[in-house]
Protein backbone atom coordinates (compact mmCIF):
# COMPACT_ATOMS: atom_id res chain seq x y z
CA UNK A 1 0.00 0.00 0.00
CA UNK A 2 1.06 3.55 -1.04
CA UNK A 3 2.06 5.92 1.52
CA UNK A 4 -0.75 7.82 0.14
CA UNK A 5 -3.35 5.52 0.56
CA UNK A 6 -2.20 5.57 4.01
CA UNK A 7 -2.58 8.71 4.48
CA UNK A 8 -5.79 8.84 2.90
CA UNK A 9 -7.20 5.91 5.29
CA UNK A 10 -5.48 7.57 8.73
CA UNK A 11 -7.51 10.74 7.31
CA UNK A 12 -10.74 9.03 6.26
CA UNK A 13 -10.58 7.17 9.79
CA UNK A 14 -10.12 10.37 11.44
CA UNK A 15 -13.23 12.41 9.57
CA UNK A 16 -15.37 9.54 10.56
CA UNK A 17 -14.51 9.37 13.95
CA UNK A 18 -14.71 13.58 13.88
CA UNK A 19 -18.03 13.17 12.49
CA UNK A 20 -19.17 10.69 15.22
CA UNK A 21 -18.15 12.86 17.64
CA UNK A 22 -20.52 15.14 16.33
CA UNK A 23 -23.12 13.27 16.67
CA UNK A 24 -25.99 13.44 18.96
CA UNK A 25 -25.85 11.05 21.81
CA UNK A 26 -29.52 9.65 21.65
CA UNK A 27 -30.12 6.74 24.41
CA UNK A 28 -32.62 4.12 23.22
CA UNK A 29 -34.43 2.63 26.54
CA UNK A 30 -35.21 -1.49 25.84
CA UNK A 31 -34.17 -3.58 22.84
CA UNK A 32 -37.49 -4.73 21.67
CA UNK A 33 -39.16 -4.41 18.43
CA UNK A 34 -39.98 -0.72 19.04
CA UNK A 35 -36.64 -0.04 20.69
CA UNK A 36 -34.62 -1.76 18.11
CA UNK A 37 -36.87 0.09 14.94
CA UNK A 38 -36.11 3.05 17.01
CA UNK A 39 -32.07 2.65 16.39
CA UNK A 40 -33.10 1.86 12.64
CA UNK A 41 -34.57 5.09 12.38
CA UNK A 42 -32.25 7.59 13.93
CA UNK A 43 -29.93 6.05 11.96
CA UNK A 44 -31.62 6.94 8.87
CA UNK A 45 -31.06 10.94 9.63
CA UNK A 46 -27.43 10.12 10.40
CA UNK A 47 -26.54 13.14 12.89
CA UNK A 48 -27.29 11.00 15.92
CA UNK A 49 -25.55 7.71 17.87
CA UNK A 50 -28.18 5.60 19.78
CA UNK A 51 -27.21 3.54 22.05
CA UNK A 52 -29.53 1.02 23.00
CA UNK A 53 -30.08 -0.57 26.79
CA UNK A 54 -31.96 -4.05 26.93
CA UNK A 55 -32.15 -5.46 29.77
CA UNK A 56 -32.49 -9.49 28.77
CA UNK A 57 -29.57 -11.15 27.14
CA UNK A 58 -31.38 -11.07 23.90
CA UNK A 59 -33.42 -8.65 21.55
CA UNK A 60 -36.58 -8.68 20.66
CA UNK A 61 -38.54 -7.99 23.56
CA UNK A 62 -42.03 -9.76 23.94
CA UNK A 63 -41.71 -11.59 20.75
CA UNK A 64 -38.16 -13.22 21.70
CA UNK A 65 -39.88 -16.52 23.06
CA UNK A 66 -38.62 -17.53 26.43
CA UNK A 67 -40.19 -20.25 28.51
CA UNK A 68 -38.85 -18.09 31.83
CA UNK A 69 -41.06 -15.23 32.63
CA UNK A 70 -39.74 -12.09 34.49
CA UNK A 71 -41.66 -8.98 35.14
CA UNK A 72 -41.21 -5.90 33.06
CA UNK A 73 -40.64 -8.49 30.46
CA UNK A 74 -43.34 -9.14 27.62
CA UNK A 75 -44.33 -12.88 27.07
CA UNK A 76 -45.82 -14.80 24.25
CA UNK A 77 -47.63 -18.62 24.31
CA UNK A 78 -45.26 -21.31 22.09
CA UNK A 79 -48.68 -20.87 19.71
CA UNK A 80 -49.00 -17.00 20.05
CA UNK A 81 -49.63 -15.51 16.05
CA UNK A 82 -50.10 -11.88 15.28
CA UNK A 83 -53.37 -10.65 15.39
CA UNK A 84 -52.65 -7.81 12.47
CA UNK A 85 -51.85 -9.28 8.67
CA UNK A 86 -48.24 -8.66 7.32
CA UNK A 87 -49.17 -5.98 5.11
CA UNK A 88 -51.20 -4.05 7.80
CA UNK A 89 -48.39 -4.46 10.59
CA UNK A 90 -45.27 -3.64 8.24
CA UNK A 91 -42.94 -1.16 8.47
CA UNK A 92 -43.40 1.42 6.09
CA UNK A 93 -40.38 0.55 4.07
CA UNK A 94 -40.07 -2.60 5.08
CA UNK A 95 -42.49 -4.87 2.90
CA UNK A 96 -42.67 -9.00 3.66
CA UNK A 97 -41.97 -10.80 1.43
CA UNK A 98 -45.13 -12.61 -0.63
CA UNK A 99 -43.83 -16.22 0.90
CA UNK A 100 -44.55 -15.14 4.44
CA UNK A 101 -47.73 -16.03 6.30
CA UNK A 102 -50.57 -13.16 6.45
CA UNK A 103 -50.91 -13.97 9.89
CA UNK A 104 -47.47 -14.38 11.27
CA UNK A 105 -46.53 -16.94 13.64
CA UNK A 106 -44.15 -15.54 16.29
CA UNK A 107 -40.94 -17.33 14.89
CA UNK A 108 -41.68 -15.91 11.72
CA UNK A 109 -42.06 -12.23 12.97
CA UNK A 110 -39.00 -13.32 14.92
CA UNK A 111 -37.20 -13.47 11.46
CA UNK A 112 -38.70 -10.88 9.54
CA UNK A 113 -38.04 -8.53 11.96
CA UNK A 114 -34.14 -9.74 12.60
CA UNK A 115 -34.11 -9.17 7.90
CA UNK A 116 -34.89 -5.59 9.18
CA UNK A 117 -32.39 -4.72 12.02
CA UNK A 118 -29.50 -6.36 10.11
CA UNK A 119 -30.60 -4.28 6.96
CA UNK A 120 -30.51 -1.40 9.00
CA UNK A 121 -27.16 -2.70 10.96
CA UNK A 122 -29.09 -2.08 13.89
CA UNK A 123 -27.31 -5.21 16.35
CA UNK A 124 -24.39 -3.04 16.74
CA UNK A 125 -26.27 -0.24 18.62
CA UNK A 126 -26.96 -2.54 21.35
CA UNK A 127 -26.23 -3.45 25.04
CA UNK A 128 -26.99 -6.47 26.26
CA UNK A 129 -27.65 -7.27 29.66
CA UNK A 130 -27.37 -3.92 30.80
CA UNK A 131 -31.10 -2.58 33.01
CA UNK A 132 -31.86 1.61 32.69
CA UNK A 133 -32.02 2.08 36.43
CA UNK A 134 -32.66 6.11 36.17
CA UNK A 135 -33.26 8.57 34.14
CA UNK A 136 -32.94 12.68 35.22
CA UNK A 137 -32.57 15.95 33.54
CA UNK A 138 -28.83 17.29 33.05
CA UNK A 139 -27.77 19.74 35.60
CA UNK A 140 -27.46 21.90 32.62
CA UNK A 141 -30.84 20.87 30.91
CA UNK A 142 -32.53 24.48 30.97
CA UNK A 143 -30.24 25.15 28.67
CA UNK A 144 -28.98 21.76 26.61
CA UNK A 145 -32.33 19.80 27.40
CA UNK A 146 -29.64 16.85 27.97
CA UNK A 147 -30.31 13.83 30.15
CA UNK A 148 -28.54 11.49 32.86
CA UNK A 149 -28.94 7.90 32.11
CA UNK A 150 -27.43 5.05 34.99
CA UNK A 151 -27.41 1.87 33.69
CA UNK A 152 -26.51 -1.71 35.78
CA UNK A 153 -24.77 -4.78 33.55
CA UNK A 154 -26.57 -7.13 35.04
CA UNK A 155 -23.74 -9.84 34.89
CA UNK A 156 -21.05 -7.94 36.55
CA UNK A 157 -23.09 -5.61 38.30
CA UNK A 158 -21.23 -2.55 37.50
CA UNK A 159 -23.07 0.63 37.67
CA UNK A 160 -22.10 3.89 34.54
CA UNK A 161 -23.40 6.68 34.26
CA UNK A 162 -23.54 9.03 31.19
CA UNK A 163 -25.03 12.28 29.57
CA UNK A 164 -27.41 12.42 26.72
CA UNK A 165 -29.08 14.58 24.19
CA UNK A 166 -31.83 12.63 23.86
CA UNK A 167 -33.83 9.65 25.53
CA UNK A 168 -36.47 7.57 23.51
CA UNK A 169 -38.27 5.33 26.13
CA UNK A 170 -39.49 2.00 24.53
CA UNK A 171 -39.60 -0.35 27.51
CA UNK A 172 -43.13 -1.83 26.77
CA UNK A 173 -46.15 -1.67 28.28
CA UNK A 174 -47.55 -4.78 28.64
CA UNK A 175 -45.46 -6.69 30.89
CA UNK A 176 -46.40 -5.85 34.08
CA UNK A 177 -49.14 -8.23 35.34
CA UNK A 178 -52.77 -7.01 36.77
CA UNK A 179 -53.94 -9.65 39.38
CA UNK A 180 -56.79 -8.99 40.93
CA UNK A 181 -57.93 -10.12 44.16
CA UNK A 182 -61.19 -12.05 45.36
CA UNK A 183 -62.72 -12.62 48.49
CA UNK A 184 -61.58 -16.00 49.61
CA UNK A 185 -58.68 -15.99 47.75
CA UNK A 186 -56.30 -16.89 50.34
CA UNK A 187 -58.06 -20.19 51.11
CA UNK A 188 -58.14 -21.38 47.35
CA UNK A 189 -55.86 -24.88 47.74
CA UNK A 190 -55.76 -24.79 43.59
CA UNK A 191 -53.30 -22.72 41.29
CA UNK A 192 -53.66 -19.00 39.98
CA UNK A 193 -51.37 -17.86 37.59
CA UNK A 194 -51.44 -14.67 34.65
CA UNK A 195 -51.76 -15.26 31.45
CA UNK A 196 -47.95 -13.82 31.49
CA UNK A 197 -46.78 -17.08 33.04
CA UNK A 198 -48.97 -19.35 30.44
CA UNK A 199 -46.82 -21.50 28.53
CA UNK A 200 -47.46 -25.23 28.39
CA UNK A 201 -50.88 -26.52 28.91
CA UNK A 202 -50.27 -30.23 29.48
CA UNK A 203 -50.45 -29.41 33.32
CA UNK A 204 -53.93 -28.56 32.30
CA UNK A 205 -54.72 -32.02 31.26
CA UNK A 206 -58.23 -33.21 32.83
CA UNK A 207 -58.28 -30.26 35.33
CA UNK A 208 -61.11 -27.87 35.63
CA UNK A 209 -60.30 -24.14 34.78
CA UNK A 210 -61.22 -20.61 35.55
CA UNK A 211 -59.55 -18.24 32.84
CA UNK A 212 -60.65 -14.33 33.83
CA UNK A 213 -60.86 -12.32 31.40
CA UNK A 214 -61.74 -11.77 27.82
CA UNK A 215 -59.48 -10.00 25.98
CA UNK A 216 -56.78 -11.43 23.28
CA UNK A 217 -54.75 -13.62 26.02
CA UNK A 218 -57.76 -14.53 27.85
CA UNK A 219 -59.67 -16.23 24.50
CA UNK A 220 -56.10 -18.38 23.61
CA UNK A 221 -55.89 -19.77 27.15
CA UNK A 222 -59.23 -20.90 26.90
CA UNK A 223 -59.35 -22.08 23.50
CA UNK A 224 -55.47 -23.74 24.15
CA UNK A 225 -56.39 -25.18 27.50
CA UNK A 226 -59.63 -26.86 26.58
CA UNK A 227 -57.70 -28.92 24.33
CA UNK A 228 -56.50 -30.73 27.09
CA UNK A 229 -58.90 -29.51 30.12
CA UNK A 230 -62.04 -31.31 31.66
CA UNK A 231 -63.59 -28.42 31.55
CA UNK A 232 -63.02 -24.37 31.38
CA UNK A 233 -65.47 -21.59 32.00
CA UNK A 234 -64.24 -18.12 30.65
CA UNK A 235 -65.29 -15.42 33.36
CA UNK A 236 -65.91 -11.83 32.04
CA UNK A 237 -67.65 -8.21 33.91
CA UNK A 238 -68.31 -6.81 30.81
CA UNK A 239 -68.20 -8.69 28.11
CA UNK A 240 -66.29 -8.70 24.69
CA UNK A 241 -66.91 -8.60 20.63
CA UNK A 242 -65.15 -11.25 18.89
CA UNK A 243 -64.31 -11.45 15.65
CA UNK A 244 -61.68 -13.88 13.52
CA UNK A 245 -58.79 -13.35 11.68
CA UNK A 246 -60.48 -14.33 8.43
CA UNK A 247 -62.46 -11.94 6.62
CA UNK A 248 -64.62 -11.71 3.68
CA UNK A 249 -63.42 -14.04 1.09
CA UNK A 250 -60.86 -15.84 3.33
CA UNK A 251 -58.95 -12.39 3.18
CA UNK A 252 -57.25 -10.60 6.71
CA UNK A 253 -60.11 -8.63 8.66
CA UNK A 254 -58.27 -5.86 8.84
CA UNK A 255 -57.10 -5.80 5.08
CA UNK A 256 -60.56 -4.91 5.14
CA UNK A 257 -61.55 -2.86 7.81
CA UNK A 258 -58.98 -0.36 8.04
CA UNK A 259 -60.25 2.08 5.72
CA UNK A 260 -60.20 5.42 5.45
CA UNK A 261 -64.04 5.38 5.01
CA UNK A 262 -64.33 2.66 8.13
CA UNK A 263 -65.04 3.19 11.76
CA UNK A 264 -62.61 2.29 13.82
CA UNK A 265 -63.37 -1.61 15.44
CA UNK A 266 -62.22 -2.69 18.99
CA UNK A 267 -62.76 -6.05 19.41
CA UNK A 268 -60.98 -9.41 21.09
CA UNK A 269 -59.64 -11.69 18.05
CA UNK A 270 -59.90 -15.54 18.25
CA UNK A 271 -60.21 -18.50 15.83
CA UNK A 272 -61.87 -21.19 17.57
CA UNK A 273 -63.74 -19.64 20.32
CA UNK A 274 -66.69 -20.07 18.54
CA UNK A 275 -66.79 -23.57 17.61
CA UNK A 276 -65.18 -24.22 21.81
CA UNK A 277 -68.57 -22.42 23.24
CA UNK A 278 -70.84 -24.51 20.94
CA UNK A 279 -69.48 -27.49 22.05
CA UNK A 280 -69.08 -26.75 25.46
CA UNK A 281 -65.32 -27.05 26.04
CA UNK A 282 -65.56 -23.72 27.04
CA UNK A 283 -68.34 -22.36 28.93
CA UNK A 284 -69.13 -18.74 29.67
CA UNK A 285 -69.55 -17.26 33.13
CA UNK A 286 -70.46 -14.16 35.15
CA UNK A 287 -66.72 -12.24 36.85
CA UNK A 288 -65.69 -14.59 40.28
CA UNK A 289 -67.68 -13.51 43.30
CA UNK A 290 -65.24 -15.06 45.62
CA UNK A 291 -62.62 -18.08 45.82
CA UNK A 292 -63.44 -21.46 48.49
CA UNK A 293 -61.15 -24.10 49.39
CA UNK A 294 -61.80 -26.05 45.89
CA UNK A 295 -63.06 -23.85 43.92
CA UNK A 296 -65.29 -20.40 42.58
CA UNK A 297 -68.87 -18.82 42.93
CA UNK A 298 -69.62 -16.68 40.34
CA UNK A 299 -71.99 -13.35 40.65
CA UNK A 300 -75.43 -14.80 40.54
CA UNK A 301 -74.08 -18.47 41.46
CA UNK A 302 -75.39 -20.19 45.17
CA UNK A 303 -72.79 -23.45 44.60
CA UNK A 304 -69.47 -23.57 44.11
CA UNK A 305 -67.96 -24.39 40.68
CA UNK A 306 -65.19 -27.21 41.28
CA UNK A 307 -62.05 -25.31 39.92
CA UNK A 308 -58.32 -26.96 39.80
CA UNK A 309 -56.81 -23.81 38.62
CA UNK A 310 -57.56 -20.12 37.86
CA UNK A 311 -56.08 -17.86 35.25
CA UNK A 312 -55.98 -14.24 35.29
CA UNK A 313 -56.03 -13.24 31.62
CA UNK A 314 -56.74 -9.62 33.05
CA UNK A 315 -54.28 -7.60 31.20
CA UNK A 316 -51.14 -5.18 32.14
CA UNK A 317 -50.63 -2.45 34.07
CA UNK A 318 -47.58 0.20 33.31
CA UNK A 319 -44.56 1.70 35.02
CA UNK A 320 -41.39 2.88 34.16
CA UNK A 321 -39.44 3.07 37.39
CA UNK A 322 -36.56 4.55 36.18
CA UNK A 323 -37.94 7.66 35.18
CA UNK A 324 -36.76 10.50 37.71
CA UNK A 325 -40.25 12.07 39.62
CA UNK A 326 -42.08 14.67 38.39
CA UNK A 327 -41.34 13.83 34.50
CA UNK A 328 -44.40 11.45 33.74
CA UNK A 329 -47.66 12.65 35.63
CA UNK A 330 -51.03 11.23 36.05
CA UNK A 331 -54.04 14.11 37.13
CA UNK A 332 -57.52 12.43 37.48
CA UNK A 333 -56.94 9.13 36.41
CA UNK A 334 -55.35 10.95 32.68
CA UNK A 335 -51.58 9.80 31.56
CA UNK A 336 -50.48 13.28 30.72
CA UNK A 337 -48.57 12.72 27.58
CA UNK A 338 -49.47 15.03 24.39
CA UNK A 339 -49.86 12.57 20.94
CA UNK A 340 -48.89 10.13 23.71
CA UNK A 341 -45.17 10.99 23.58
CA UNK A 342 -44.37 13.89 25.25
CA UNK A 343 -44.75 14.97 28.90
CA UNK A 344 -46.00 18.97 27.98
CA UNK A 345 -44.17 19.75 31.32
CA UNK A 346 -41.06 19.68 29.59
CA UNK A 347 -39.55 22.68 28.17
CA UNK A 348 -37.43 20.54 25.15
CA UNK A 349 -38.71 17.73 22.65
CA UNK A 350 -35.56 15.17 23.53
CA UNK A 351 -37.54 13.18 26.35
CA UNK A 352 -40.05 11.11 23.91
CA UNK A 353 -42.12 7.59 24.98
CA UNK A 354 -42.26 5.01 21.67
CA UNK A 355 -44.64 2.43 21.67
CA UNK A 356 -47.25 3.53 24.87
CA UNK A 357 -50.19 2.97 23.15
CA UNK A 358 -53.28 1.14 22.37
CA UNK A 359 -53.66 1.60 18.87
CA UNK A 360 -57.08 0.45 17.39
CA UNK A 361 -55.16 -1.31 14.74
CA UNK A 362 -51.65 -3.11 14.10
CA UNK A 363 -48.97 -1.69 16.78
CA UNK A 364 -45.76 -1.92 14.25
CA UNK A 365 -46.44 0.78 12.00
CA UNK A 366 -48.33 3.24 14.69
CA UNK A 367 -44.94 2.77 16.80
CA UNK A 368 -42.62 3.41 14.12
CA UNK A 369 -44.57 6.56 12.62
CA UNK A 370 -44.35 8.21 16.59
CA UNK A 371 -40.43 7.11 15.98
CA UNK A 372 -40.02 9.00 12.77
CA UNK A 373 -41.80 11.98 14.10
CA UNK A 374 -39.46 11.76 17.54
CA UNK A 375 -36.54 12.13 14.90
CA UNK A 376 -37.60 15.05 13.19
CA UNK A 377 -38.18 16.80 16.60
CA UNK A 378 -34.59 15.54 18.19
CA UNK A 379 -33.34 16.62 14.85
CA UNK A 380 -34.64 20.37 15.36
CA UNK A 381 -37.04 20.12 12.60
CA UNK A 382 -40.19 19.81 14.41
CA UNK A 383 -41.17 21.77 17.17
CA UNK A 384 -43.40 20.45 19.85
CA UNK A 385 -46.71 23.38 20.40
CA UNK A 386 -47.19 25.27 24.00
CA UNK A 387 -47.73 23.51 26.92
CA UNK A 388 -51.51 24.65 26.78
CA UNK A 389 -52.05 23.67 23.27
CA UNK A 390 -50.42 20.31 24.53
CA UNK A 391 -52.83 19.69 27.51
CA UNK A 392 -55.98 21.32 25.68
CA UNK A 393 -54.84 18.24 23.09
CA UNK A 394 -54.65 15.39 25.85
CA UNK A 395 -57.60 16.27 27.81
CA UNK A 396 -59.71 16.15 24.01
CA UNK A 397 -58.25 12.69 23.70
CA UNK A 398 -58.92 11.23 26.83
CA UNK A 399 -62.58 12.80 27.27
CA UNK A 400 -63.62 11.17 23.60
CA UNK A 401 -62.37 7.91 24.74
CA UNK A 402 -63.57 7.63 28.46
CA UNK A 403 -67.18 8.47 26.51
CA UNK A 404 -66.59 5.61 24.23
CA UNK A 405 -65.17 3.52 25.89
CA UNK A 406 -64.52 3.25 29.76
CA UNK A 407 -62.71 5.62 32.15
CA UNK A 408 -59.29 4.26 32.95
CA UNK A 409 -55.96 5.58 32.65
CA UNK A 410 -55.25 3.84 29.77
CA UNK A 411 -57.67 5.75 27.96
CA UNK A 412 -54.98 8.27 27.54
CA UNK A 413 -53.06 6.09 25.54
CA UNK A 414 -55.96 4.61 23.33
CA UNK A 415 -56.06 6.31 19.31
CA UNK A 416 -57.83 5.43 16.29
CA UNK A 417 -54.97 3.95 13.99
CA UNK A 418 -55.87 5.91 10.39
CA UNK A 419 -56.18 9.52 12.40
CA UNK A 420 -53.41 9.14 14.97
CA UNK A 421 -50.94 7.93 11.77
CA UNK A 422 -52.35 10.63 9.67
CA UNK A 423 -52.18 13.48 12.38
CA UNK A 424 -48.40 12.32 13.22
CA UNK A 425 -47.29 11.69 9.54
CA UNK A 426 -48.50 15.56 8.86
CA UNK A 427 -46.84 16.71 11.94
CA UNK A 428 -43.44 16.27 9.47
CA UNK A 429 -44.69 16.32 5.99
CA UNK A 430 -45.27 12.53 5.58
CA UNK A 431 -49.14 12.36 5.34
CA UNK A 432 -50.04 11.95 1.51
CA UNK A 433 -51.06 15.30 -0.55
CA UNK A 434 -54.36 13.32 -2.09
CA UNK A 435 -54.82 16.43 -4.21
CA UNK A 436 -51.87 16.51 -5.83
CA UNK A 437 -52.26 12.79 -6.06
CA UNK A 438 -56.14 13.11 -7.48
CA UNK A 439 -54.32 15.31 -10.86
CA UNK A 440 -50.77 13.05 -11.12
CA UNK A 441 -51.64 9.72 -10.08
CA UNK A 442 -54.85 8.41 -9.86
CA UNK A 443 -54.45 4.84 -9.86
CA UNK A 444 -52.32 5.26 -6.57
CA UNK A 445 -55.10 8.04 -5.20
CA UNK A 446 -57.97 5.41 -5.56
CA UNK A 447 -55.92 2.82 -3.71
CA UNK A 448 -55.42 5.42 -0.93
CA UNK A 449 -58.46 6.54 -0.64
CA UNK A 450 -60.41 3.21 -1.04
CA UNK A 451 -57.81 0.25 0.02
CA UNK A 452 -56.48 -0.47 3.39
CA UNK A 453 -54.38 1.81 5.62
CA UNK A 454 -51.19 0.77 4.30
CA UNK A 455 -47.90 2.07 6.34
CA UNK A 456 -45.83 2.41 2.90
CA UNK A 457 -48.13 5.58 1.91
CA UNK A 458 -46.07 7.51 4.89
CA UNK A 459 -43.10 7.03 2.99
CA UNK A 460 -44.28 8.55 -0.37
CA UNK A 461 -43.03 12.25 0.83
CA UNK A 462 -41.71 14.18 3.29
CA UNK A 463 -38.14 13.38 5.33
CA UNK A 464 -36.59 9.87 4.07
CA UNK A 465 -39.39 9.12 1.43
CA UNK A 466 -38.56 5.91 0.00
CA UNK A 467 -38.84 5.43 -4.11
CA UNK A 468 -40.05 1.59 -3.31
CA UNK A 469 -43.61 2.82 -1.79
CA UNK A 470 -45.71 3.29 -4.63
CA UNK A 471 -44.69 0.20 -5.96
CA UNK A 472 -45.45 -1.91 -2.08
CA UNK A 473 -48.98 -0.12 -1.77
CA UNK A 474 -49.76 -1.09 -5.75
CA UNK A 475 -48.55 -4.82 -5.23
CA UNK A 476 -49.45 -5.38 -1.33
CA UNK A 477 -52.66 -7.49 -2.39
CA UNK A 478 -50.47 -9.06 -4.62
CA UNK A 479 -48.31 -10.46 -1.37
CA UNK A 480 -51.47 -11.12 0.70
CA UNK A 481 -52.69 -13.04 -1.52
CA UNK A 482 -49.98 -15.74 -2.65
CA UNK A 483 -49.84 -17.78 0.66
CA UNK A 484 -53.45 -18.29 -0.06
CA UNK A 485 -53.42 -19.22 -4.04
CA UNK A 486 -49.04 -19.60 -4.17
CA UNK A 487 -49.43 -17.74 -7.56
CA UNK A 488 -49.85 -14.29 -9.11
CA UNK A 489 -53.11 -12.58 -7.97
CA UNK A 490 -56.06 -12.20 -10.32
CA UNK A 491 -56.71 -8.82 -10.48
CA UNK A 492 -59.80 -7.96 -7.56
CA UNK A 493 -62.54 -5.64 -7.77
CA UNK A 494 -65.09 -6.20 -4.81
CA UNK A 495 -64.42 -3.13 -3.31
CA UNK A 496 -67.83 -1.67 -3.97
CA UNK A 497 -66.40 2.20 -3.13
CA UNK A 498 -63.50 1.83 -5.50
CA UNK A 499 -65.80 0.55 -8.56
CA UNK A 500 -68.26 2.80 -8.13
CA UNK A 501 -65.10 5.74 -8.50
CA UNK A 502 -63.09 3.75 -11.08
CA UNK A 503 -66.43 3.66 -13.01
CA UNK A 504 -67.32 7.58 -12.50
CA UNK A 505 -64.29 8.38 -13.65
CA UNK A 506 -63.70 6.10 -16.48
CA UNK A 507 -67.52 7.88 -17.69
CA UNK A 508 -65.98 11.19 -17.63
CA UNK A 509 -62.66 10.12 -19.40
CA UNK A 510 -60.16 10.86 -16.64
CA UNK A 511 -59.11 7.64 -16.44
C1 LIG B 1 -49.28 -11.96 24.37
C2 LIG B 1 -49.15 -10.68 23.58
C3 LIG B 1 -49.48 -10.67 22.24
C4 LIG B 1 -49.39 -9.49 21.51
N1 LIG B 1 -49.77 -9.50 20.18
C5 LIG B 1 -49.69 -8.37 19.46
C6 LIG B 1 -50.03 -8.37 18.09
O1 LIG B 1 -50.43 -9.38 17.54
N2 LIG B 1 -49.91 -7.20 17.41
C7 LIG B 1 -49.46 -6.05 18.01
O2 LIG B 1 -49.34 -5.03 17.34
N3 LIG B 1 -49.12 -6.04 19.31
C8 LIG B 1 -49.22 -7.16 20.04
N4 LIG B 1 -48.87 -7.15 21.38
C9 LIG B 1 -48.39 -5.90 21.99
C10 LIG B 1 -46.85 -5.88 22.11
O3 LIG B 1 -46.59 -5.17 23.26
C11 LIG B 1 -46.19 -5.27 20.87
O4 LIG B 1 -46.40 -6.13 19.78
C12 LIG B 1 -44.68 -5.10 20.92
O5 LIG B 1 -44.06 -6.23 21.45
C13 LIG B 1 -44.28 -3.90 21.70
O6 LIG B 1 -42.88 -3.82 21.57
P1 LIG B 1 -42.03 -2.92 22.52
O7 LIG B 1 -40.64 -3.03 22.03
O8 LIG B 1 -42.66 -1.60 22.62
O9 LIG B 1 -42.18 -3.56 23.96
P2 LIG B 1 -41.64 -4.95 24.52
O10 LIG B 1 -41.81 -6.02 23.52
O11 LIG B 1 -42.30 -5.13 25.85
O12 LIG B 1 -40.09 -4.72 24.71
C14 LIG B 1 -39.58 -3.87 25.72
C15 LIG B 1 -38.12 -4.22 25.94
O13 LIG B 1 -37.59 -3.32 26.91
C16 LIG B 1 -36.78 -4.04 27.81
N5 LIG B 1 -36.73 -3.28 29.07
C17 LIG B 1 -37.75 -3.04 29.91
N6 LIG B 1 -37.33 -2.30 30.95
C18 LIG B 1 -36.02 -2.06 30.76
C19 LIG B 1 -35.02 -1.35 31.49
N7 LIG B 1 -35.30 -0.73 32.64
N8 LIG B 1 -33.77 -1.34 31.00
C20 LIG B 1 -33.46 -1.95 29.82
N9 LIG B 1 -34.37 -2.64 29.10
C21 LIG B 1 -35.63 -2.69 29.56
C22 LIG B 1 -37.45 -5.39 27.93
O14 LIG B 1 -36.53 -6.38 28.36
C23 LIG B 1 -37.91 -5.62 26.49
O15 LIG B 1 -36.94 -6.28 25.72
C24 LIG B 1 -48.95 -8.31 22.14
C25 LIG B 1 -48.61 -8.32 23.49
C26 LIG B 1 -48.70 -9.48 24.21
C27 LIG B 1 -48.35 -9.48 25.67
N1 LIG C 1 -51.49 -11.78 18.98
C1 LIG C 1 -52.29 -12.35 19.80
O1 LIG C 1 -52.85 -13.36 19.51
C2 LIG C 1 -52.46 -11.79 21.18
C3 LIG C 1 -52.65 -12.66 22.24
C4 LIG C 1 -52.78 -12.12 23.51
C5 LIG C 1 -52.74 -10.75 23.71
N2 LIG C 1 -52.55 -9.94 22.64
C6 LIG C 1 -52.48 -8.47 22.83
O2 LIG C 1 -51.88 -8.22 24.07
C7 LIG C 1 -52.49 -7.10 24.69
C8 LIG C 1 -52.99 -7.48 26.08
O3 LIG C 1 -54.10 -8.37 25.94
P1 LIG C 1 -54.74 -9.07 27.23
O4 LIG C 1 -55.85 -9.91 26.78
O5 LIG C 1 -53.64 -9.68 28.03
O6 LIG C 1 -55.24 -7.84 28.11
P2 LIG C 1 -56.52 -6.88 27.85
O7 LIG C 1 -56.78 -6.72 26.42
O8 LIG C 1 -56.27 -5.68 28.68
O9 LIG C 1 -57.75 -7.69 28.47
C9 LIG C 1 -57.86 -7.87 29.86
C10 LIG C 1 -59.17 -8.56 30.18
O10 LIG C 1 -59.21 -8.78 31.58
C11 LIG C 1 -60.40 -8.24 32.12
N3 LIG C 1 -60.13 -7.75 33.47
C12 LIG C 1 -59.20 -6.85 33.83
N4 LIG C 1 -59.22 -6.67 35.17
C13 LIG C 1 -60.20 -7.48 35.63
C14 LIG C 1 -60.73 -7.73 36.93
N5 LIG C 1 -60.23 -7.13 38.01
N6 LIG C 1 -61.74 -8.61 37.04
C15 LIG C 1 -62.25 -9.21 35.96
N7 LIG C 1 -61.79 -9.01 34.70
C16 LIG C 1 -60.79 -8.16 34.56
C17 LIG C 1 -60.80 -7.13 31.17
O11 LIG C 1 -62.17 -6.93 31.32
P3 LIG C 1 -62.87 -5.50 31.20
O12 LIG C 1 -63.07 -5.33 29.74
O13 LIG C 1 -64.11 -5.67 31.96
O14 LIG C 1 -61.92 -4.50 31.82
C18 LIG C 1 -60.41 -7.76 29.83
O15 LIG C 1 -61.40 -8.64 29.39
C19 LIG C 1 -53.58 -6.64 23.74
O16 LIG C 1 -53.08 -5.62 22.94
C20 LIG C 1 -53.84 -7.86 22.88
O17 LIG C 1 -54.29 -7.52 21.59
C21 LIG C 1 -52.43 -10.42 21.39
Known amino acids: MSHRNIYFQHNTV ?55 TEEGVGSIMPTTYLNHSKEMGALSNFPPPKECNNFMRHQELYQHATEYLKK ?108 VAK ?106 LYKCMYPPELPHGTLGFIGFIIPVGPGFPTGEIQCRWAVQVLAGKCKLPSKAKMYADIKKRYETNIKRYKPNDKMSIRVDYTQYCDDLASQFGAKPNFLKLFFTDLPLFTKLIFGPILSYQYRLQGPHAWEGAREAIMTSEDRMLFPLTKRKAD ?4 NIFEILFQRIIKFFGIL
Open 14 to 68: TNHRMMESFKKKIAVLGGGVTGLATVAILKEENCFEPVCFEKTSNYGGTWCYREE
Open 231 to 336: QVYLSTRSGAHIISRLGYRGLPYDHLLIRRYLYSLDPSLNDHIGSKLMSGHVIMKPNVKCFTEDGVIFEGDSEVTQVDSVIMATGYTWAFPFLEEGILEQENGRIN
Open 491 to 494: KRRD
Open 120 to 227: NDVFRHVRYNTEVLNVKKSPDYDETGRWVVTVKDRITNEITTDVYDGVLVCTGHMNRPIMPTYPGQEQFKGKILHSHSLKQVSPYQGKNIVVVGMGCSGLDAAVETSN
